[in-house]
């Protein structure tokens, strides 16, 4: 909030948006600040780069809710995207009832597995819920104050949520503080760039682009966490990748040749 309070009053965005607007606005911060938490919560429980690959499914949600909520088109290849994305995802679970009592490669206790897996998921439905919502809204707010929305709402969920579990804490000194200050701040310019992205561009493209994400998750697992993904995580990693990437491809030739014709 202090960080995006100095655009707003720069803007001169206000701090409440157009009335037909802040519906949109309120949803946008509750599911956006409620993906995030939850996909921190994946992080702790489970291997960092499974934990992405599933979040990275976001994009196959996107086109679903956008055929239900924006009447956008879901074809058959949408439903094969799907069905890959699931298989990816049940690839990095590995359910006792398809591989067996005994589950192999897995950190940490498998019941702490199978909640971040929840959680992860979860994240991505409630990533994906964002970015209809942002498409719906456009340019008619500035992103500063979609930013503001999902920092103030953020704030005040997870004020209610640490009083609820009883689990108000200073960190650490040292190390702990100074890592959850870069959370914070590294949270917010991905915030940033990514409505600044969906507004200049087109969804596609920054979605594609985003699958950085799983790439540097892999490296930054094995750099810093020393721990290397399971042949397991890259299987899921290859079908949820391909679903996301065949997804927005698509959707992207569909826009572009929308717009070619417009203007012909």
């Known amino acids: 909030m202090m960080f995006v309070l100095p655009g707003l009053i720069y803007y001169k965005t206000g701090f ?3 009335k ?22 994946a992080f702790q429980v489970m291997p960092l780069a499974d934990a992405t690959v599933i979040t990275f ?3 196959v949600f996107t086109s679903l809710f956008a055929w239900i909520f924006l009447k956008e088109k879901y074809s058959l290849w949408d439903l094969l995207f799907t069905i890959f994305t699931i298989t990816g995802v049940v690839l990095i679970a590995r359910p006792p009832f398809l591989f067996g009592s005994k ?3 897995i950190e940490g206790s498998y019941t702490d597995h199978i909640k971040g897996t929840i959680a992860a998921v979860t994240s991505a439905v409630a990533a994906a819920s964002t970015f209809v919502i942002l498409r719906k809204v456009g340019k ?6 979609s930013i503001w929305y999902y920092a103030v709402i953020g704030l005040i969920v997870c004020v209610i949520a640490l009083s609820v579990i009883g689990e108000w804490s200073l960190p650490n ?18 915030q940033i760039f990514l409505t600044k992205a969906l507004q200049i561009e087109e969804a596609g493209p920054v979605a594609i682009m985003k699958t950085m994400d799983v790439v540097f998750a892999f490296i930054l697992q094995i750099l810093f966490l020393n721990h290397l993904p399971t042949w397991w ?7 949820v990748v391909a679903s996301s990437s065949g997804t927005v491809i698509r ?7 929308k717009s070619t014709r417009n203007e012909i």
């Open 57 to 59: 499914s976001s994009p």
């Open 173 to 190: 000194c040292g190390i702990d503080r100074f890592l959850l200050i870069a959370i914070g701040l590294l949270g917010l310019g991905g």
């Open 251 to 257: 959707k992207w030739r569909q826009n572009s040749k």
């Open 103 to 105: 589950v192999s490669g």
């Open 233 to 239: 995580t890259v299987g899921g990693a290859l079908c």
């Open 140 to 145: 008619s707010v500035h992103y500063f104050l």
């Open 20 to 41: 037909d607007k802040r519906m949109f606005l309120f949803f946008r911060g509750l599911l956006g600040s409620g993906a995030m938490i939850l996909l921190y919560y």
């Open 16 to 18: 409440l948006g157009p």
